[in-house]
């Protein structure tokens, strides 16, 4: 299991889930020291895995690959799931990611919780040595659970890991990994992973609609189709309306005071307002009227709303719109 008498290092890839953690446990007890690898971008947080790292006492690097996932994310080798979610080139450029913190921090090997069947697009065998493939690291990534229904790998074929230590588990059934839990006493650990945004329906129309048109996305924006009602004017303006009060605080939070506009409806019950790009004159009246029409305004009342902008504040007096006069305009 030695190399040259150092010990033998493995990185993970985590999610945070029941899996990555047996995975782990697994090399921990043949003696593998591991550590995990966690990426972020606004479609999907790594903080499933932070909670993993700190119940199982497993360090955690965690890294933002906003950037280079947008570039993947426009265009993916094997196109996309039922929604936005490109989870073979995903996990390719997770792989090959963490491949180069492999080499950089001297890990002998990558290791993975993937189960061999037990997701229909990012786990059957194809999918495993596409993964492989077009990260660059064939050869180099251990599925612990798996391992011994897939090809040997560099680590077993080294020695450093006992290919008859490893697991032949396959399939969506939980009963073994809640089994091999028992034995291993992991009583607690996160909810299954998932939660990753490319999979929702209507934020992935949302995101289609903001790189329909824009050409450089900022990781803000991304956060900011989360929140709120988005609305697309026929100019191309994009008006976001808070529905709750977290929205309007996250509104708040993201917006770009470089450029974006915000508004609320002065001294009664608003939601918080932003309108993005280059809006006209009109289009600020517009946007002034829907806040007016979300707020909770009397009847047939006019209402002044303060508007924010990058050249300092305005108020403008307008007649609220109703939500159904304007719903051709939601994105
Ligand atoms: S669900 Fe999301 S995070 Fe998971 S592999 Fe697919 S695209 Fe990647």
Known sequence: MNVNQEKVKALGLCSGGLDSILAAIVLKKLGIDVEWISFETPFFSADKAKIAAGL?????????????????LKNPNCGYGKNMNPCMDCHALMFRLAGEIMAEKGFHFLFSGEVLGQRPMSQTRPSLKYVEKHSGMRGHILRPLSARKLDETIPERKGWVDRSKLYDISGRGRKRQIELAREFGVTDYPAPAGGCLLTDKGYCHRLKDLLAHTDNVSKNELMLLKFGRHFRTPAGTKI????????????????????????????????????SGSASEGELYL??????????????????????????YKTLLVFPVKPLDIKHLLV
Do not use: H, W
């Open 56 to 72: 199982v006492q497993i360090p955690l690097m965690v890294k933002n690959i906003t950037a280079i996932y947008m570039q993947m």
């Open 287 to 312: 946007a002034a009227s829907m806040c007016a029409g979300y707020a909770k305004l009397p009847e047939e009342v006019s209402a002044e709303v303060t508007v924010a902008g990058t050249k300092g």
């Open 240 to 275: 976001i309306i808070g529905r709750t009060m977290e929205d309007n605080e996250n509104i708040l939070k993201y917006y770009d005071p470089q450029s974006d506009i915000m508004m609320r409806v002065n001294n009664f019950p608003s939601p918080t307002v932003l309108v």
